[in-house]
Structures are given as C-alpha cells and as structure tokens.
C-alpha cells in the first residue's frame, strides 16, 4: 500500500475524532478546511476510505482501519512528548503531530510497547488499542500503570517513582512510598488518596502521575 | 531561643504526628501544642526533666522524616541534631508504621547520635492486629527499644531509666549493596575535619547534595581537600544520576525488613470502625462539602458568633464592664489622678485602661478565645488534613496548595497568628502570596466580631461586604498566582486517623494560644492607646486625619471616618469600633457603611501583623504587601462606592 500523505492522514484523523468519537454524521468540507478537489481528498478518495457527498465528507468502512491507526500514532506520540520528553503545552501538541507521522512500519508498536501500552492520550482520550496491546492483555502482562490509571479501591506495588522533582521524590521515600510497598487506592478526587501500610497518604495529580504502579497479575 | 544551659540534652525527633509533643509533656510536665495536624509546632520547644537528682534539658524538634531536610521546618529539626550535643537522641515512632519509619531511626544510628527508639501508640498497633518482638528489634538495632502508650505514660519509667542509664556503646554499621559501600568509601577517605555526625553519614548526606553539610564540610576541610572531594562527589553522582536517591532509599528498606523479620506479625485486619467512615465522608467532596459547611455553621458562625461575639460580649462588656467595674475605676481615677492630662492617659476615651485593656478583655478575649477553642478542637480530631486535600484543586486557582488552609483558616482568629504559621508551607512562592492575603481579604475574628454587628442590621450590606471580599481574595488570588515567578506547588500530606481530642488537651492548647496572643497583643493595644494618647494631646492625631481626610472623603465617606482608618493600623478591630460609633451616631448610611467597611477590612495588617511580616517575609516584600494592600483598599472602595451609588444597590 502506498503511504498515505501526512495531510490525507489528519484528515481521516479528523474525520475518526469527529464521526467515531463525536457524534457527527460526516463532516462539511470548511470544518475539514480542504477544497473538494484537493489532492489529499481526492487520494483518499481514490482508495475509497473517504466518500464526499455535496458539501459533506464521510468515512467509508474501508477507511476505519486506516483512520482508527492514524488516532492511535498522533495520541501515542502525545504520551512521547509529554510524559517522556516533557514537552508540554502548544509545543508538545506541535512536536506530537510532526512525531505521529513517523511512527510508521512497526515503530508505532515499538513506542506503544515502551510505553507499557497506554489506553488514552495525556487529554485523557482512548489510544485505540494495536496489535501489540491486545497481544500484551492476552498474555497477561501485568502493566504498570501512573497511579492516575488505577480505579478506587484498586491496588498494586508500586514499581517506580518518575523522578522529575528530585525533592518531591525524597519526601514520598522518606515517607515510605517506595517502589515495592503495597498501594491501595482510596479515592481519586478531589485529590489522590492512597493506603500504605497503615499510613493514608493524600497527593494532588502532578505527584500521583509520577507514582508508577504493577497492577497484580490476573 | 532559650539561653544555653549546660544541662546535658536530650532531643525528641521523628515524623509528624507521632506523639513526639506527648512524651515531651510526660517527661517535662510543661505544656506545648500536641497536635494532630503535620507541621503546627514550628518553633522548637524546651523543658526541663529531673532524673535520679540529675537535670536534663529536653528539646521537642518540629517533626522531620528523614535526615535530609526538605522543608524548613526539618531543616530546623536537622540543625538541632548537627549543632546541638545531645546525651541522647529520642526517636518516636508510631507502631502501626514502624517499617515506614525505622529507616530514619538507621539514619540516626548511622549518623553516631545515642539514639533511643521509642515506639509509641503500641496500643492501637495491637487493635490492628499487630504483635511487636521489641526485645528482638533491641537486639537486631543495638539501641535501647522502648514499647510505649505515651498517651497514658506506659513506658515513661522505661524511657526515663534509658535516659539516666545512656551510655553510647559503638555498633556495627549497616552494610548496604557492595557498589554502594566502595562509594561511600571513596568519599570518607576525602573527609578529615571533625564532624558532630559521623564520617559516614556526612559522606551519605554530601553524595545527596544537601545543601547544609556541602557548605558544613566547605568549611572544615582544607581548600585542596574541598575540591578534591566535590571532584569524587561529581563523579559518583553522574555516574548514580539516574537512581541515586531511591537506592539509598531502597538500601535502607532493606535493612530495615532484615531488622524487622521476625518482630513484626500481623493478624488479619478486621472490617472498617466507624472512624474510618467518617473520615471517608470526610474526604468525599459529596459528603465533605455539607460536612464543612456544618463545621463552619456550628463551630463558626453558632459558637464563635453567637455565642462568643454575641453572648460572652455582651455579657463582659455590658454587664460585667459597664455597670460593676468601669464606673468605680473610672471614679477610682477621677477622684486620684488630679491632672487632666494624666486621667486622659489612663481612663480617657483612649486612655490605657478604656482601649488597653478594657478592650482587650471585654471584647476581643471572648472572641479570640472561643475561636482558638472551636479551632484546637478540630486540630485535634485530625480534620484539617482532610479539608486540606479537599480544597487543593481549588486553592491552585491561586496559586496555594492544600496546605494553606490552615493558615488561611486560621487567619479568621488571628492574622497575626496565621501569618507565623505560612512557614509551613514549602515554597517561597506559596509563602508570600498566602502572607498577602492575610494580609488583604481575611478578617480576623475580633474585627470580624465588630463588623459583623456592625452590619448585621442591614442584610443587603452584609451580603455586598461578603460578596466582594471573597471576589477580591479570588481575583488577587489568581492574579498573584499568574503574576508571580515559580513553579506552581505540589500537594502531598499525610492523612492521620481521625481521632477523639482529650479534652485536656484541646483546653490546654487553647489557653496556650490565648495566652501568646495576649502576651504579644495586650502590650501593643497599651501602646496603640498610648499613640493615640499622645497624638490627640500633641494636635498630631489631628493634623494625620486632616491629611488623610481627602482620600476618605475621596471613597465618599464622612471626614468622621478618617479617625477608624488611622485606628484602624493600631488594631484592625479599633477602626470598625470606631466605625461603630459613627454609625450608632446615625453618621452613616447603608451605602457608607458598607464601603466603610469593606475598605477597613481590606486595610492594612494591624501593627502585630505587620511586624511578624517583617520578620517572616523580610523588608522589601512586607512592604510592597503594604503598600499594595492599602493602594487595594481604597480603591476598592472607591470602585465600590462609584457601583453602589450608580446603581443604588443598597438605596
């Protein structure tokens, strides 16, 4: 298959967020800004993922795949800058959509493994799942996840402490949330509430983001 | 601090909330704050213990978690223990947590202190299901190991025969992974000078970079010998960057199962009691908001307003004040003090005794006093912790953590008070935007007494006053937080049990508040009357309100009103009693009023205030507060008075 241009791809990205994900029924060419007769339209076209009808543009089935993997590398190159290279605001956002184009031909699995396969993007929407992620459940990896992943009443050990604030670190290890120990999760707002040992713990979500948790095995 | 003695002494460290402050009364018999909230006991306190016709000097440190300092106060804490030569080093932990605390009691081991651990609460430990091998710990440790309820001074005699019978035997050091152990090495054989800790940790604390053994060391070592230090240090540091601190960490967590193995058993835990209940309610904002506005209805505005500025006032001033003891003193003085000017001094309508201590007796000890015992009490239960996590979303709007609601709450009894207390509050940053506002939109409780009476008349009027002070504590809230440089805080705490407050307690740290505000008010109210005496014999008083007059006339109050503003520096509470006057005397209307009194609110710090200021933020930022404060109050009421009037709101 012939790699699709990078403005074909957010173009169906934009079409998978507003159609799949929203609730639109096709999407008007000026909310898409692309003249119907562009070159990336009519490629898009020509593979027969897109369909544009008057002044309409939908998703065909033939498309989803393609739409539903675009989605996925753009919101996996947002979990890259931001919580691995900590680019964070309009930049990260720029960085993550130059990134999400070369996620291509297994690099995409390769970041998503490294990741620990994540389920939604720094905004908080689904990372829709690849291969290597449905892969992983099956065998039953166990995952660690920010303590943010974990639901109420959950618990775990905890593996590591993302160490981006030396200060804060000490104070969670002199306090004895130290990689090994327990966790229960209590409660999630309006703050992070978490059980060590006897001790309950309260933290906002800055901290809680950098407490990384194994979930146990199922 | 208290003058040196050369008593030999004994210093109390360990977490918050262990009952470090507990054993320090049991062993002292003096009193201190014994309380349930992270952080309150700032300052460090002293007392004296007799053992066997020996005198000891205990020292009760602000609670510290590990030997790296990390907020001020356990850098206060830590300076103790690396200035001070203690005959013995009492460690109190809490049983429930001992494995979560133990690796400091090695850090104090390792460090060469004569440590004693104490491991208290072991009462509730054993209700969770805990049993506790203590005999074995002291065996595993080295160090006398003290069981103890200090609560009901179960263990006491133990900890004060350990205090008597201290010797300081040497021990075998910890032995961390090997890698570990050969930098530790290569750091020792760098240090020469003569430290108060040991070789060891001194080589632990500078491989951690802390900041006050780099400079200790930077000073005893010889230049060359400095340098070729940093130089090791630089290199095992790159070297370790990624990991450094949490193997340290881990490293200790390791001995300390090593120790704990066998000490500790633990029973199956039983299902949840009815304090754990609560305190989840508590920290559900579904339940917590209705349970926080209760605590603010009954324990504020019932017991504090009513019953306190309502009741206890009237009873004081009016009945007890006015008829049985004002007209013989007063008389006592006409019939004495002959000269004209000598009766204005003591019994005159600013005189020593009318605004002195008339005042600070009749009218604001029922206040204050009831507001410190409303707020004891809820230190004690542990439910500031949990209000605290509930509004920090809320509070980084502007620019504070959880954290700052005890400050801010406590700024409601005494500004002055609270101002002391930002210390807790761990950045630079944090520090000055909650001294600010202090220092603007929160009402103290004696002002807050008088305004409320003043305006409670007037529904609307109190409404518009309470609207627009919570708009100005947000909108300078926000705007601080955007304005000012610095990272945004970060949250954590730790969430104590809830539990019952002893009544003894929550009386006793009452009257010790009480007290300090008293011994640090009742001198600046005698010398507020003593200015105002002044000032009204001098002419000077007039000619300050003369020229203060064209800013009040500007917020369209009566010139009267000059005399409250310029009271209202002395005390916060004189220039709304002065307010009081004017309106009784029907000088006022609503508009006025209302204007009057939320500019007065606004204005500045009251001298107390303004002086801890000084001493906590320093002089270049107390004074922009000041400035900025009272450049906010008068246009404020400037603005307030043009909205009022245009739109005859309160007509």
Not at chain 2, 297 to 305: C, M, N, R, T
């Given at each position: 298959m012939d790699k699709l241009s990078e403005q074909a791809e957010e173009i169906l990205e934009s079409l998978w967020v507003m159609t799949v994900e929203g609730d639109n029924v096709g999407c008007?060419?000026?909310?898409?800004?692309?003249?119907?007769?562009?070159?990336?339209?009519?490629?898009?076209?020509?593979?027969?993922?897109?369909?544009?009808?008057?002044?309409?543009?939908?998703?065909?089935?033939?498309?989803?795949?393609?739409?539903?993997?675009?989605?996925?590398?753009?919101?996996?190159?947002?979990?890259?800058?931001?919580?691995?290279?900590?680019?964070?605001?309009?930049?990260?956002?720029?960085?993550?959509?130059?990134?999400?184009?070369?996620?291509?031909?297994?690099?995409?699995?390769?970041?998503?493994?490294?990741?620990?396969?994540?389920?939604?993007?720094?905004?908080?929407?689904?990372?829709?799942?690849?291969?290597?992620?449905?892969e992983a459940r099956q065998q039953g990896a166990?995952?660690?996840?920010?303590?943010?992943?974990?639901?109420?009443?959950?618990?775990?050990?905890?593996?590591?402490?993302?160490?981006?604030?030396?200060?804060?670190?000490?104070?969670?290890?002199?306090?004895?949330?130290?990689?090994?120990?327990?966790?229960?999760?209590?409660?999630?707002?309006?703050?992070?509430i978490f059980k060590v040992g006897h001790s309950q713990f309260a933290v906002d979500d800055t901290l809680a983001r950098e407490i990384h948790i194994r979930r146990p095995v199922k | 601090m208290a003058p040196q003695t050369s008593h030999p002494k004994v210093v109390l460290v360990g977490n918050p909330n262990v009952g470090k402050s507990v054993v320090f009364n049991a062993l002292t018999g003096a009193y201190t704050t014994v309380s349930n909230y992270p952080g309150t006991s700032v300052e460090v306190s002293r007392g004296f213990c007799t053992i066997d016709d020996k005198r000891y000097e205990i020292l009760d440190t602000p609670g510290m978690y590990s030997m790296m300092p990390i907020t001020e106060e356990e850098r206060v804490a830590r300076s103790i223990l690396l200035n001070e030569d203690p005959h013995a080093v009492i460690h109190v932990i809490d049983a429930r947590n001992i494995d979560r605390m133990l690796p400091m009691t090695l850090q104090l081991i390792e460090a060469g202190l004569p440590v004693v651990l104490v491991v208290n609460i072991i009462d509730e430990a054993k209700r969770l299901g805990m049993e506790l091998d203590l005999k074995l710990l002291q065996e595993n440790l080295g160090i006398p190991v003290i069981g103890a309820v200090m609560k009901r001074r179960v263990g006491l005699d133990e900890l004060r025969q350990?205090?008597?019978?201290?010797?300081?035997?040497?021990?075998?050091?910890?032995?961390?992974?090997?890698?570990?152990?050969?930098?530790?090495?290569?750091?020792?054989?760098?240090?020469?000078?003569d430290y108060r800790l040991s070789r060891r940790a001194t080589a632990l604390l500078l491989l951690q970079k802390d900041t006050d053994v780099v400079d200790l060391v930077a000073k005893q070592e010889t230049k060359d010998n400095y340098e070729q230090l940093q130089e090791t240090i630089r290199e095992i540091s790159f070297r370790r960057r990624a990991d450094l601190h949490l193997q340290i960490s881990l490293e200790r967590r390791k001995v300390c199962t090593k120790m704990l193995s066998g000490v500790v058993t633990q029973a199956v835990e039983e299902g949840e009691v009815f304090t754990e209940k609560l305190s989840r309610?508590?920290?559900?904002?579904?339940?917590?908001?209705?349970?926080?506005?209760?605590?603010?209805?009954?324990?504020?505005?019932?017991?504090?307003?009513?019953?306190g500025a309502g009741t206890l006032v009237d009873f004081l001033e009016g009945t007890l004040f006015e008829q049985y003891i004002n007209p013989p003193v007063v008389d006592f003085f006409h019939r004495n003090l002959s000269a004209e000017w000598l009766f204005e001094l003591v019994a005159g309508e600013y005189g020593l005794w009318t605004l002195g201590i008339r005042y600070a007796v009749a009218l604001v000890l029922p206040i204050v006093g009831t507001f410190f015992l409303v707020f004891s009490l809820l230190e004690d239960t542990g439910y500031f912790p949990r209000l605290a996590l509930l509004v920090d979303r809320l509070f980084k709007q502007i620019g504070l953590s959880g954290r700052a609601v005890i400050p801010i709450v406590l700024g409601f009894g005494c500004d002055t008070m609270a101002t002391l207390v930002t210390r807790t509050l761990e950045t630079r940053r944090e520090r000055i935007i909650a001294t600010m506002l202090l220092a603007l939109a929160i009402p103290c409780s004696a002002q807050l007494g008088v305004i409320l009476g003043l305006l409670s008349a007037q529904p609307g009027a109190l409404a518009v006053w309470t609207v627009f002070l919570l708009l100005v504590f947000i909108l300078i809230g926000v705007l601080a937080a955007k304005v000012l440089p610095g990272e945004s805080p970060v949250f954590y705490m730790e969430i104590p049990p809830l539990r019952l407050p002893q009544l003894r307690n929550v009386v006793v740290k009452t009257l010790t508040r009480m007290q300090s505000y008293f011994v640090e008010i009742l001198p600046l109210f005698l010398f507020a009357a003593l200015v105002l005496w002044a000032g009204k014999m001098t002419g000077t008083l007039e000619s300050v309100i003369n020229m203060f007059s064209p800013v009040v006339k500007l917020i369209g109050l009566p010139v009267e009103a000059t005399t409250a503003f310029v009271f209202g520096f002395f005390r916060r509470d004189f220039g709304a009693a002065g307010l009081y006057d004017l309106q009784s005397s029907g000088l006022l209307n609503p508009t006025q009023l209302t204007v009057a009194a939320v500019t007065l609110t606004l204005f500045v710090p009251c001298v107390a205030q303004f002086l801890v200021m000084l001493k906590e933020r320093g002089f270049?930022?107390?004074?922009?507060?000041?400035?900025?404060?009272?450049?906010?109050?008068?246009?404020?009421?400037?603005?307030?008075?043009r909205f009022l009037v245009s739109t005859g709101l309160l007509m």
């Open positions: 008007l060419l000026t909310s898409l800004k692309v003249e119907p007769d562009s070159e990336q339209l009519l490629e898009l076209v020509r593979l027969t993922y897109v369909e544009v009808r008057g002044d309409r543009v939908y998703l065909r089935k033939e498309g989803r795949p393609e739409a539903q993997m675009t989605v996925r590398r753009h919101r996996l190159a947002e979990r890259l800058t931001m919580d691995i290279l900590g680019i964070s605001g309009d930049e990260g956002n720029e960085q993550a959509c130059e990134f999400e184009h070369l996620l291509r031909q297994g690099v995409d699995t390769k970041l998503c493994t490294l990741l620990n396969h994540p389920t939604t993007c720094p905004h908080g929407n689904p990372i829709p799942p690849g291969e290597c992620c449905i166990a995952g660690i996840v920010a303590l943010t992943e974990l639901k109420s009443g959950e618990s775990g050990e905890i593996a590591y402490l993302a160490a981006s604030d030396d200060k804060k670190m000490q104070k969670l290890m002199s306090m004895g949330v130290l990689p090994g120990s327990q966790v229960l999760l209590v409660q999630k707002f309006p703050s992070y | 350990a205090i008597a019978d201290y010797s300081m035997v040497p021990y075998a050091p910890f032995v961390y992974a090997t890698d570990l152990e050969y930098d530790i090495d290569q750091i020792i054989r760098n240090i020469h000078g309610w508590m920290m559900n904002p579904l339940t917590g908001a209705p349970i926080l506005i209760l605590v603010v209805y009954l324990g504020l505005y019932k017991f504090v307003g009513s019953f270049r930022v107390s004074l922009m507060i000041f400035i900025f404060v009272t450049l906010m109050a008068f246009s404020s009421g400037w603005f307030l008075n």
